[in-house]
């Protein structure tokens, strides 16, 4: 095309579009707040009234040659390149813009029906599946080259299958959906289980430990010279207490029964029927008893005569127990509890055991126990500590810590703030040791010996000395983010790393004499199962304490799941008075983006940008960290429901899903993730709230899945249960149209939301 | 037919659909019992009005452009006069939708305008529909001595992205809506660039 070299005046649009992104980029220079698309109009409308009123008359009447003009274009089409080069990725972010690509990309998935949620299947684990499907009465379920299972229908088009590999055969990527008329292929987020050992529990006279793999039901037994054997035991062992030179008993999180089993000759002696979700389990230090941490529905403690395999007592609790251990003589029971955050005793008082009135609170939960049978007291780690049992509302608050608590006082001895400076920080309040104390143990010479998951770490602590660093990131062996710890006598002692699925010997002179890995080593895996390495590095990524002292398990604790805790992270105060959120749980929120309570985050990768500013980044330096921490917190699928173990009640979760549809909490909590991924006001659905919150924040919806796991409930945790959401907090009638239910309904409705 | 004609039928018949379209969303809303859905109905369908006003309003002229491109001649007055009442529609929808949101939804909660980019695109968008709404009037350009109205009016290009946005951010759309606009949209920006071919006389 022949372009006239004919002198013309200049085109009013382009001078504008030139002069407005001139008038921007000065704006900017005065104050970054300006970087924003209202600025940009604002200047553009300013230009418009120059050029109405001024240059236009006069640009208009002046011809200019080509030349000029062209050298005009190029100036603006430079400032349009080098506004978008400076600008552009804050303008994105401020703009919401990035969370529009990942929430659509999520939408898009929910919205194509026939549709599953949760996004996640993990390999060898019992888990829920929701399935959408409006037009169908009936819908099958079939991974690729496997059996057809019948889902149950529970009313308006939602499915659901409790599918248990054991029983329905191998998981893959690729489900079928039968409906009646036609079968649909869906695509899941497969990820392949691999072994994670974690707390260990030894006998250093006789050096030997023990631990066990819940991802990959394995029981595992290490010897002090180093040789360590797995075995396969029952579904999702969770704790193993040694009873005696060939037994161990070992409780189970997906099995109604604890086992007492003969690690001599692998064999299984007796289950004892106690219920499912045993958390913990602990050993009497005289007689043949163990009692059993029980979580789910009915949280109790179940206490078990191992000769004569009775169930002697099962003390039913209020709060869900955790943690357990003996006191010194086996009188006293010690349990944690994360809600509340809390340490609770029970005294034997004529063979029976009765709640002891006064709670230890903590204010931030329990995460580990020393558990040495016998002794007077014990040390519990956690990441703050408020013998008020508020949740401690610094700004970010993490303290990592531990506690010397002494059974029979009933009370803190001592307080040992375990991060610490080191000769590699950059920033006078940077901290780089002792980070995210997550394994202790009591050797036989009252020893503490503490693995530190944040820092990668083995400490030694006598009495008052200054701690003995054992191992550290050089000499640990590859154990990275280290949990479990087990002395094995003579200075022998064994550490697990559950990100590696690895576990070391090391001898008295802390070198490791063997080291054995249940899954692929790294090289292996990378050729193997790039996903999988991915998500190995992201766990240990996650468990990595930042230069701030904080990492993302410091909140997110017990791999991933809520503190349950109120945290301060943005400031906010009403009347003086920190607004704080409570920490979700990470588990099964794989796409169901964006992310935290106010849709800030568009994706978990995102995240590091806080982690790299806010917390001053990482002393270790690695690649794509975001990503690989994303890998793994999309591999954790939700929480099982104990309903799941104990049995459904279809006919009552049919009622409540009803309920559910007449108040019309499906239009925010949609099928089947429970949640549209919508973003709302606080005004639209709690005023009263609203008010506190100055509109300076928007909601998430979030998903129901595994409700009933991670309380308490609403932005900040005001709602302590299901029930209150509705009964206290919703006043308004706009968080659910509850006030046209019955008694009947809403109870039908609560225990609805109780069994997702 | 003349410029004056066409504008008077424009106005007539995109004020009975404004009129209609009223009276069926509060006709409607009026039925929910519950207030929140009662107060989301009124909201979200004042609003998709506007944007669908809007919408027709921008695809008028590429179709015009369009059109001659193939060779037919468009009524040029009806479509402009079209393209104009169903701007103006699209700016007192908005109006409207606004003030549903602000009276039915806020609670005096100003700050979202500010803090929120869901609130901030749909009160730019507001801002500058009104913007143009008082310059699509003779009587008011040359009130403000407005010379160079169409280089403001290329501010729909601004106000589609922005209602974009805003629609993209709203909790309940659901994905392939927003992702027509946003085809729609590129196509419509895309067909502006079609080069005018002059209709031959017969």
């Known amino acids: 095309m022949l372009i006239k070299s004919e002198s013309k005046p200049l085109n009013l649009s382009v001078v504008s579009i030139g002069l407005t992104l001139i008038c921007w980029n000065l704006s900017i220079m005065v104050s970054k707040v300006f970087v924003s698309l209202w600025m940009l109009i604002l200047c553009f409308l300013f230009v418009w009234l120059i050029v109405n009123f001024w240059l236009g008359p006069v640009l208009s009447k002046k011809p200019i040659s080509l030349k000029l003009r062209l050298i005009i274009w190029f100036g603006i089409l430079v400032i349009i390149f080098g506004s978008i080069h400076n600008h552009g990725n804050r303008i994105i972010k401020e703009e919401g813009f990035e969370i529009i690509k990942f929430r659509a990309q999520d939408r898009q998935r929910l919205e194509n029906l026939p549709s599953i949620a949760p996004a996640t299947i993990v390999s060898g684990r019992r888990q829920t599946f929701y399935i959408y499907s409006p037009e169908s009465n009936q819908v099958s379920w079939q991974f690729e080259g496997g059996e057809i299972l019948p889902t149950q229908h529970l009313g308006m088009g939602l499915h659901r299958i409790d599918y248990d590999p054991r029983l329905d055969g191998a998981a893959n990527r690729k489900v079928l959906l039968h409906l009646p008329d036609q079968i649909v292929e869906r695509e899941l987020h497969f990820v392949f289980a691999k072994a994670h050992p974690r707390w260990l529990v030894s006998d250093p006279d006789k050096g030997i430990a023990f631990g066990v793999s819940k991802e990959t039901d394995q029981l595992i037994i290490i010897d002090r010279n180093g040789d360590i054997r797995v075995v396969s035991v029952g579904d999702g062992p969770s704790d193993v207490v040694i009873l005696d030179d060939t037994t161990v008993a070992i409780s189970y999180l997906y099995e109604s029964d604890i086992w007492l089993y003969d690690y001599k000759n692998d064999k299984l002696l007796k289950e004892i029927s106690v219920g499912g979700f045993q958390k913990h389990i602990a050993k009497h230090p005289n007689r043949p008893e163990v009692a059993v941490a029980i979580e789910g529905i009915e949280p109790k403690i179940a206490v078990i005569n191992t000769v004569s395999h009775e169930v002697t007592q099962r003390i039913n609790l209020d709060e869900s127990p955790e943690w357990i251990v003996y006191g010194p003589k086996g009188d006293s029971l010690v349990f944690s509890s994360r809600t509340p955050r809390a340490l609770y005793r029970l005294d034997r008082i004529e063979e029976e055991f009765q709640l002891y009135q006064k709670p230890l609170f903590f204010g931030r939960p329990v995460l580990t126990i020393s558990r040495k049978p016998g002794s007077p007291y014990f040390y519990v780690a956690t990441t703050g500590y408020n013998p008020s049992g508020d949740a401690p509302l610094g700004n970010h608050f993490v303290q990592d810590q531990l506690l010397k608590v002494s059974i029979e006082k009933w009370e803190v001895l001592e307080q040992m703030i375990t991060t610490r400076k080191t000769q590699q920080q950059k920033d006078p309040i940077e901290v780089g040791s002792g980070g995210s104390p997550m394994g202790i143990s009591m050797s036989g010479s009252n020893e503490l010996l503490v693995t530190f998951a944040g820092t990668d770490e083995v400490w030694a602590i006598q009495g008052a000395k200054p701690p003995r660093q054992l191992l550290d990131r050089k000499t640990i062996g590859g154990l990275w983010a280290p949990h479990g710890i087990a002395d094995l006598g003579n200075g022998y002692f064994a550490v697990t790393s559950p990100s590696q699925g690895a576990i070391g010997v090391f001898d008295k002179n802390r070198n490791q004499i063997s080291i054995k890995y249940l899954a692929l080593d790294d090289k292996s895996l990378e050729k193997a199962d790039y996903l999988a390495l991915q998500i190995r590095r992201g766990e240990r990524n996650f468990f990595e304490t930042t230069r701030a002292g904080l990492s993302c398990q410091s909140c997110h604790t017990d791999g991933g799941e809520s503190d349950r805790s109120a945290h301060d992270i943005t400031s906010t105060r009403y009347k003086g008075e920190i607004i704080p959120y409570t920490t979700l749980s990470l588990k099964g929120i794989a796409r169901t983006a964006p992310y935290l309570r106010d849709a800030s985050f568009s994706s978990v990768a995102d995240l590091m940008r806080v982690a790299n500013s806010r917390y001053k980044g990482y002393v270790r330096k690695v690649n794509n960290r975001g990503q690989d921490i994303q890998h793994w917190v999309e591999s954790l699928p939700p929480q099982l429901n104990p309903y799941v173990i104990k049995g459904r009640n279809l006919e009552r979760e049919r009622a409540g899903l009803k309920a559910y549809v007449l108040a019309q909490c499906d239009s925010c909590h949609s099928f089947p993730a429970f949640t549209n991924l919508g973003q709302h006001i606080p005004s639209r659905l709690f005023p009263e709230y609203a008010k506190r919150r100055n509109g300076e924040e928007i909601f998430d919806t979030p998903s129901l899945i595994a409700l009933s796991s991670s309380p308490p409930f609403l932005q900040d945790g005001r709602a302590e249960t299901i029930h209150s959401i509705f009964d206290e907090h919703n006043a308004d009638n706009r968080h659910g149209d509850t006030k046209i239910l019955s008694k009947k309904q809403l109870l039908d409705l609560e225990f609805f939301l109780e069994s997702l | ?202």
Do not use: D
């Not at chain 2, 504008?7 to 009129?19: E, H, P, Q």
């Not at chain 2, 809303?29 to 979200?44: C, D, F, I």
């Not at chain 2, 369009?66 to 006069?81: D, E, V």
């Not at chain 2, 009016?153 to 992702?179: E, K, R, T």
């Open chain 2, 1 to 202: 037919m003349t410029r004056v004609l066409a504008l008077k039928i424009a106005f007539r018949v995109c004020f009975t659909l404004f009129i209609l379209a009223i009276i069926y969303i509060i006709s409607f809303g009026s039925v929910e019992e519950w207030s929140v859905t009662r107060n989301s109905w009124l909201v979200r369908s004042v609003g998709y009005a506007a944007l669908i006003s809007f919408a027709l309003s921008f695809s008028i002229t590429p179709l015009n452009k369009l059109t001659s491109f193939f060779g037919r001649k468009a009524p040029q007055a009806i479509l402009l006069a079209f393209r104009r009442a169903f701007g103006i529609g699209a700016a007192c929808f908005a109006i409207i939708h606004a003030g549903f949101v602000i009276y039915l939804q806020l609670e005096s909660n100003w700050s979202v305008f500010i803090h929120l980019p869901f609130f901030r695109a749909g009160l730019i968008s507001l801002f500058l529909l009104l913007v143009l709404l008082i310059t699509s009037f003779p009587a008011m350009l040359k009130l403000f001595r407005v010379k160079y109205w169409r280089n403001l009016h290329q501010l729909v290009f601004v106000i589609g992205i922005m209602i974009i946005q805003h629609v993209w951010l709203s909790a309940f759309v659901p994905a392939w809506v927003v992702l027509a606009m946003l085809i729609s949209y590129s196509i419509l920006v895309l067909l502006r660039f079609i080069p005018k071919v002059p209709v031959k006389k017969k």
